[in-house]
């Protein structure tokens, strides 16, 4: 209804509806509700009130606070996560208090800014003095301090491409691939078949599809790719073989398009991490606009990017402490490339596999893999104890990024370079990012399927992605550098992947501790 009926896009729709995702979250006479999986019926004679509907302190205080932590990055999560912050603020609660604001954020998925920045906007926003509480960023900025079009090239250099992280952005001030489609604009949805079905609006075409709502699986994640046996006689010193895992961007692929014109950019402020650099969603779009002559929105389902979109290639590696044994691999473009880059020693074979599609256009994709393996293979060679639960990784990324991560009981430690920062408070958000994306996936993350290829794990709690509440301290540690900036985000990615999986002794499988 409120995004349908009354054309109000800053409640965003990421998990249509699972009710899982916490950005359609608005306030229902002050108390924080999931729109998507509320009947109309139960708000009527109630007051129902959005990110657009807060008070004017409200929102500046606010989207100031997300700005100077680098709480936002491409924006789809911010509004709900603001309105939920608000209603509890408006019920008295204290968010300056970790376990309050975490038990808040349990709600909610946020895949870009690792959960801590917008802990540390929450105490930033309630706390007058920002020493006494340990959750306000360090370093922060007040907004008028920043310099905006700094901040934006440091965006767009992590994200690859246009990304502003502003005000407007932490309240859904932005237009996404779904939004700004002109009145009168039909929508389409694919069916459990694959039809396409459309209608006046999406409950319309939901109803025609016949809408299947994905579950949670018993079926338990296994890796689709068996260990290689080494040679008669002999055993690997390190095995390692990954399983399938959703990149769960939050924003589902979407488009509009009119007749003969161009599709809308489904990429809108970023935050896919490179999963939807080649979505089919635009030309999905165009071409059903020719089609039926007439305006057109496409929207894939949390279901359908489960899928259909993406996912890194799973391998199954064995080798020798001298770098010599066999990686075998999904069939992916340019995955033997990468992997002989760091491990020219191994032999690579590529495999077919049932399953999603297989993309190297994820964050560092095969090659954190191949970095992990490399890792514990100099820590072979260098005696250090398999099972110390400390552990440091190093590397420098193919473009010029250097990261080092320590992974202790105390929390991830990270120190990086790479090149001019611009804007120190975004380049902490997209490294404290890596660093959550690369924990969880080492300890948490996976996704079932099928010996079919069937993909069973379609809701977005089934994928294993690690909770405010799960997510250990990142501190970041930023050096100086008149060099040209470079991404960093691959670079954290890996180490801490490497210095994660090793301070979890380099076992066999990931993830380590689902």
């Not at 789809?76 to 603020?89: A, L, Q, S």
């Not at 949670?216 to 990954?242: F, N, V, Y």
């Amino acid at each position: 209804m409120l995004r349908d009926r009354l054309g109000i896009e800053t409640v965003l729709d990421g998990c249509s509806p699972q009710g899982q995702c916490g950005c359609c979250t608005v306030l229902v006479d002050d108390a924080p509700r999931v729109a998507c999986v509320t009947p109309a019926r139960r708000v009527a004679g109630r007051h129902v009130t959005t990110a657009a509907g807060l008070s004017a302190a409200e929102q500046q205080r606010w989207s100031d606070a997300f700005v100077a932590c680098g709480a936002t990055q491409c924006g789809f999560c911010t509004p709900g996560i603001v309105c939920r912050f608000v209603g509890h603020e408006r019920r008295g609660a204290d968010l300056s208090d970790r376990a309050t604001v975490d038990k808040a954020l349990a709600a909610h998925l946020c895949r870009c800014t690792g959960w801590q920045t917008i802990r540390e906007a929450a105490a930033h926003a309630t706390v007058r003095d920002a020493a006494a509480t340990s959750l306000v960023a360090s370093p922060s900025a007040d907004v008028s301090e920043r310099d905006a079009t700094a901040a934006a090239r440091r965006a767009s250099i992590e994200t690859g491409g246009p990304q502003q992280s502003v005000p407007a952005s932490v309240l859904g001030g932005f237009d996404f691939g779904a939004d700004g489609a002109p009145p009168g604009t039909l929508t389409a949805i694919t069916g459990p078949t694959g039809d396409w079905h459309t209608a006046e609006n999406l409950t319309e075409a939901r109803r025609k599809a016949s809408k299947v709502q994905g579950r949670r699986t018993t079926l338990e994640p296994t890796p689709p790719i068996s260990i290689p046996e080494p040679p008669p006689g002999t055993q690997w010193d390190i095995q390692l073989a990954t399983c399938w895992t959703e990149p769960a961007y939050l924003e589902t692929d979407a488009a509009w398009c009119e007749p003969g014109g161009e599709p809308s950019d489904p990429l809108a402020n970023g935050g896919a991490f490179g999963g939807k650099t080649a979505s089919p969603v635009r030309e999905e779009a165009r071409q059903l606009a020719n089609d039926l002559g007439h305006p057109i929105r496409v929207l894939w389902s949390r279901e359908d990017t489960v899928r259909r979109g993406p996912k890194r290639p799973p391998l199954a590696a064995g080798l020798s402490t001298n770098g010599t044994g066999i990686i075998r691999v999904a069939r992916t473009p340019g995955v033997t490339e990468v992997l002989r880059s760091v491990l020219p020693a191994a032999e690579v074979v590529e495999v077919d596999t049932l399953g999603p599609p297989t993309s190297m256009d994820l964050r560092a994709a095969v090659w954190a893999e191949a970095q992990m393996l490399a890792a514990a293979l100099e820590r072979l060679r260098t005696g250090a104890p398999p099972e110390a639960a400390t552990a440091t990784a190093e590397l420098t990324s193919p473009e010029g990024a250097t990261a080092r991560a320590t992974v202790s009981p105390d929390g991830i430690d990270v120190h990086i370079n790479a090149g001019n920062p611009l804007d120190v408070v975004t380049l902490r958000s997209y490294a404290i990012g890596a660093s959550h994306m690369a924990w969880s996936w080492v300890t948490s993350e996976a996704l079932a399927v099928d010996a079919e290829g069937g993909v069973h794990d379609l809701t977005i709690r089934s994928f294993g992605i690690a909770r405010s509440a799960d997510t250990p301290r990142i501190e970041v540690t930023i050096e100086p550098s008149h060099r040209p900036p470079v991404p960093a985000g691959n670079a954290v990615f890996a180490a801490v992947a490497a210095a994660a999986w090793l301070s979890r002794g380099a076992p066999a499988q990931l993830p380590t501790g689902r």
